[in-house]
C-alpha cells in the first residue's frame, strides 16, 4: 500500500521559509517521479515542482522557480519542498504525489497523492 504523508505546513510571514516533508513509503519509488501540486480555496490544483527519484533532475513551475527548491533523500525515502521568499499568494493546501510519468505537470499522470498539508502566507 502506498502511502505519502505530508508534514511541514504552517502559519507564516510573506517573506519567510517553509520546509515541506513527503514521506513515502509502501513500494520502491527507484522509477517513480515525486512531485508537489498546491490548491487554493475555489481554484484548480496546480503543479509547483517535480524530481526523479532516481536521477534527482528536477521541474518547476514558473511562478516558484527561484525561490522554491525540491530534493530528495534517498535513505529516509522522503521528498522535501525548501519554499523562500514566501509571498501571500503561495498560501494552498501542498499535496505530494508520485507517477511513473516522468517529470509532468500534469496533475492526472499521478497516481498516488498525500492528504495535504496546509500553507498560510500572511502579508
Known amino acids: 500500500q502506498v502511502q505519502l504523508v505530508e508534514s511541514g505546513g504552517g502559519s507564516v510571514q510573506a517573506g519567510d521559509s517553509l520546509r515541506l516533508s513527503c514521506a513515502a513509503s509502501?513500494?520502491?519509488?527507484?522509477?517513480?517521479?515525486l512531485a508537489w501540486f498546491r490548491q487554493a480555496p475555489g481554484k484548480d490544483r496546480d503543479f509547483v515542482a517535480a524530481?526523479?527519484?532516481?536521477?534527482?533532475?528536477?521541474y518547476y513551475a514558473d511562478n516558484v522557480q527561484g525561490r522554491f527548491t525540491i530534493s530528495r533523500d534517498s535513505t529516509k525515502n522522503t521528498v522535501n519542498l525548501q519554499m523562500n521568499s514566501l509571498k501571500p499568494e503561495d498560501t494552498a493546501v501542498y499535496y505530494c504525489?508520485?507517477?511513473?510519468?516522468?517529470?509532468?505537470?500534469?496533475?492526472?499522470?499521478?497516481?498516488?497523492w498525500g492528504q495535504g498539508t496546509q500553507v498560510t502566507v500572511s502579508s
Open positions: 524530481i526523479s527519484w532516481n536521477t534527482g533532475r528536477t
Open positions: 504525489a508520485a507517477g511513473l510519468q516522468g517529470l509532468t505537470p500534469q496533475k492526472g499522470a499521478y497516481a498516488y
Open positions: 509502501g513500494r520502491t519509488f527507484l522509477n517513480y517521479a
